[in-house]
């Protein structure tokens, strides 16, 4: 079933679904090395839990999420190997792994007309997990996502499962 919307509406939408919780930045003009990447979310909440006063605190958590979200006619393996690596290196450089620090996610979505089934694969079983201090300072997930307009599919990787129904509703609203 193909999308009647292109690329760009996608995108929009996308965007505006992001918006509510996320700090965003899009980005119009192409970049100088070659990245289809259209804009970039960032997501930061802080949870503690205290006993009368803030002083008496028992616990803290920050949580965190990092979207890049990249744009292109056809999505291969080679576009896709490039791109999840641009995210994984620069969400890497945004966690602060420290006491409190409970996880982030760094998160690729793609928007594209096609995708050739070795990039499908490629995306589908990445998996990136790294846990910070035997996990005392939390971990990262790399979760991946891309829509692919003509056949209207929706596909993730394991770990970015929660994205399949946010996405799809993005794309019926």
Request: charged content about 30%; proline content about 3%; hydrophobic content about 35%.
């Amino acid at each position: 079933m193909e999308l009647a919307l292109t690329r760009e509406e996608i995108l929009d939408r996308l965007f505006r679904g992001y918006e509510a919780y996320f700090d965003i930045e899009r980005y119009e003009e192409e970049r100088a090395d070659g990245l289809p990447l259209k804009g970039h979310c960032r997501f930061y909440v802080h949870s503690e839990k205290y006993v009368l006063v803030k002083k008496a605190k028992l616990w803290d958590a920050d949580s965190n999420e990092f979207v890049y979200i990249f744009s292109v006619p056809e999505l291969t393996e080679e576009i896709f190997e490039k791109c999840k690596s641009y995210a994984y290196e620069e969400g890497m450089k945004l966690i602060d792994p420290k006491p409190g620090h409970m996880y982030s996610y760094i998160t690729a979505v793609f928007v594209c007309d096609t995708c050739t089934p070795g990039a499908k694969k490629a995306l589908q079983k990445c998996k990136i997990y790294k846990s910070f201090h035997f996990s005392w300072y939390g971990w990262m997930n790399l979760h991946t996502a891309a829509i692919v307009r003509e056949s209207g599919d929706v596909f993730t990787n394991k770990m970015g499962r929660g994205n399949t129904k946010f996405m799809k509703n993005i794309l019926n609203s």
